[in-house]
Structure formats: C-alpha cells, structure tokens
Nanobody, 126 residues
Framework: QVQLVESGGGLVQAGGSLRLSCAASGNIFSINGMGWYRQAPGKQRELVAVITSGGETNYADSVKGRFTISRDNAKNTGYLGMNSLKPEDTAVYYC????????????????????WGQGTQVTVSS
C-alpha cells in the first residue's frame, strides 16, 4: 500500500519557521512531480509550490522568497521549508504527487496518479 505522510506542522509565531516533510511509503520505484498545496478555512485549496523529478521548482507569488520546496529522490521524500511565516499562511498543508510508480505484492509495476497526503495543520499566530 502506498501512502504519502506529511509531518512537521504545528503552531508558530509570526516570523517563525517550520519545515514540512512528505514521506512516501510502500515499495516505491519513483515519483514524478511533487507539490505542496494548502487550504485555509472557508477557502479553496491553492498551490503553494511544486518541484519536478529533476528539481525544477515553481512557487505561488505569496510565498516566493519565503518558502523553499525540495526533495530527496533516494528517500522518496519531499520537503517544504517555510520562513518568515505570516498569519495568512495558516492552513492545512497537503502533499501531492503527480504520479507514483510502485511495485505491488505480485512484483508488478503499477502507478497511482494524482495522489494526496492526509494534510498537516500549520497555524501562525500574530
């Protein structure tokens, strides 16, 4: 069974920092693009940052210069470093994978498209 598990969320004061992790578990072969999205109460889920398997990145304008997305392909893990946090960054942060290649219990290669983690809460107090 493949899972994306986020960690690292919590409560932080404005101006503080957090680092989120997204670990893919299971017999993973590779993961294409990975990304972080967030959803604040009463708002739609929005893109925060994405990174390709080759390391190319793209950020929402609201987080440019403050957040850094990265990944460790050997560990099948993605990261989101968040600095200079603002109260408006408060949201549930979700990890996303475009396509996950994995080996099933019968040793067959399979894929999962558009895969989401369960989310981790980030709360920034003023």
């Amino acid at each position: 069974q493949v899972q994306l598990v986020e960690s690292g969320g919590g409560l932080v004061q404005a101006g503080g920092s957090l680092r989120l992790s997204c670990a893919a578990s299971g017999n993973i072969f590779s993961i294409n693009g990975m990304g972080w999205y967030r959803q604040a109460p009463g708002k739609q889920r929005e893109l925060v940052a994405v990174i390709t398997s080759g390391g190319e990145t793209n950020y929402a304008d609201s987080v440019k210069g403050r957040f850094t997305i990265s990944r460790d392909n050997a560990k099948n893990t993605g990261y989101l470093g968040m600095n200079s946090l603002k109260p408006e960054d408060t949201a549930v942060y979700y990890c996303h994978a475009d396509k996950v290649w994995y080996i099933d219990s019968l040793s067959a290669m399979r894929t999962i498209d558009d895969y989401w983690g369960q989310g981790t809460q980030v709360t920034v107090s003023s």
